[in-house]
């Protein structure tokens, strides 16, 4: 991969008009350390975060030899770079036959249930490979609310007093029982967590079966960018928040049992930024290279707002305006779909114009993930790139106004 010392470094050198991926490897491998040094129990990144065979490398050649997979796609990615790795199947609901994958070919053994079918299922495959279930730990997925900018609980996990009977029967198998939740994403209060770990608690002594792993989730919140007409919020610093939350589980009576986390976006956010090029400009419009079906898909960008910054094209001699005059922009992306319009507007210099590039930063979470090919588009381009994004000049302007509170 070719390596510059800055994004701007890397537009001027390559005048892309295809987006291009910067990836920043040290910040990658300082996030997830800083992640994995603040939690004691095992840190399992969420393959699906980012799922980049360049990223799960990264991660494994940091120390990380966990990981949280969905599907098989995901058992073969973490196995690809971390051969040795333990791999926690976290999904609730499986295919049969990915049950049976999992157990047989890849021995998983931690999986998510959160209904007595799925445990059927388990059970069906268990008994076909002949495995004791003893062996095999079932984490029963609560179901839990709270204020994440993401809200995932609502598809799944079972309630209270049904998790405690799905604890009960699975402990009558003989399966080892555990308890997870996942509280969403970007979650920036720990009262959600510790709503989670009260229900927990609960159904651990409703149950009264041991419980012998509690897996808290992701949801650990990213730094983004904050509108640049209000008060940048505070963020909560990830080791405090972290420390935060495994004091409330130790308060809820979860001293004796070994933990897991299932970080993504905290650990993925800050390791990439996304060089897009302004394909024309018409009035207060700018019409881009990447959008809602590549790299900034709307469900997030809406929610999100991401630091930018305007890279303007050396060759573009004549400017009309004043840099100084940050204004909002409509952003059009690359499809010719008529909702392929990021939700919020771009805060940028008047200046720029028709070929300018714009540095969108910690898009590393969520972005390269949810790429379509959608109208021939597909940004594939990455370039190495050494300084991180905070530190490569002021970020002048932001991708979105709207704070994650809203
Ligand atoms: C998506 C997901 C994660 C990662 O969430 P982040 O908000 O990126 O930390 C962890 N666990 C489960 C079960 C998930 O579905």
Not at 347 to 354: I, K, M, S
Request: aromatic share 8%.
């Amino acid at each position: 991969m070719e390596q510059f010392k800055t994004a701007r470094d890397a537009a001027h050198a390559l005048r892309p008009d295809m987006p291009v991926y910067c990836f920043r490897p040290q910040v990658l491998r300082a996030d997830a350390l800083t992640f994995k040094s603040a939690f004691p129990g095992k840190t399992a990144y969420a393959v699906k975060t980012n799922g980049e065979d360049m990223v799960l490398r990264e991660l494994a050649k940091a120390g990380i030899d966990c990981f949280d997979v969905a599907s098989p796609a995901e058992f073969a990615a973490a196995r690809a770079v971390a051969p040795d790795a333990e791999l926690f199947y976290t999904h609730p609901v499986k295919a049969q036959s990915d049950i049976r994958l999992a157990l047989e070919t890849y021995r998983i053994r931690i999986l998510a249930v959160d209904h007595e079918d799925e445990v059927a299922k388990i059970l069906r495959t268990v008994r076909g490979l002949d495995l004791d279930p003893e062996e095999i730990t079932l984490l029963v997925r609560l179901a839990s609310r709270g204020h994440a900018a993401y809200e995932l609980s609502k598809k799944f996990g079972a309630a209270p007093g049904h998790a405690a009977e799905l604890v009960q029967r699975i402990a009558g198998i003989g399966f080892r029982v555990g308890l997870c939740f996942h509280v969403g994403s970007q979650v920036e209060d720990t009262d959600t967590y510790e709503r989670a770990l009260a229900s927990a608690a609960w159904v651990r002594s409703r149950s009264g079966v041991p419980i012998e792993l509690l897996d808290i989730g992701g949801g650990f919140p990213a730094p983004y960018g904050h509108d640049p007409r209000r008060k940048a919020p505070p963020h909560p610093d990830t080791g405090e928040l972290v420390a935060e939350v495994v004091r409330e589980a130790s308060e809820w009576g979860f001293d004796d049992v070994p933990m897991v986390a299932e970080p993504g976006r905290v650990i993925a956010a800050r390791s990439f930024s996304l060089i897009v090029r302004v394909l024309l400009k018409k009035g207060k419009r700018l019409y881009i290279n990447d959008g809602i079906w590549a790299s900034l898909s709307d469900s997030w960008t809406g929610k999100i707002t991401l630091p930018a910054r305007l890279l303007p094209d050396p060759a573009r001699r004549k400017r009309t305006g004043d840099p100084a005059n940050v204004v909002p922009f409509k952003v059009c992306g690359a499809t010719c779909d008529s909702v392929d319009i990021l939700s919020r507007p771009f805060f940028l210099p008047e200046t720029v114009n028709t070929g300018d590039w714009i540095e969108i930063g910690h898009i590393g979470a969520y972005s390269l993930a949810l790429r379509t090919r959608f109208n021939g588009f597909y940004p594939d381009t990455f370039v190495e790139v050494t300084t991180p994004f905070e530190a490569g000049g002021p970020a002048e302007s932001f991708a979105s106004v709207e704070t994650m509170a809203d």
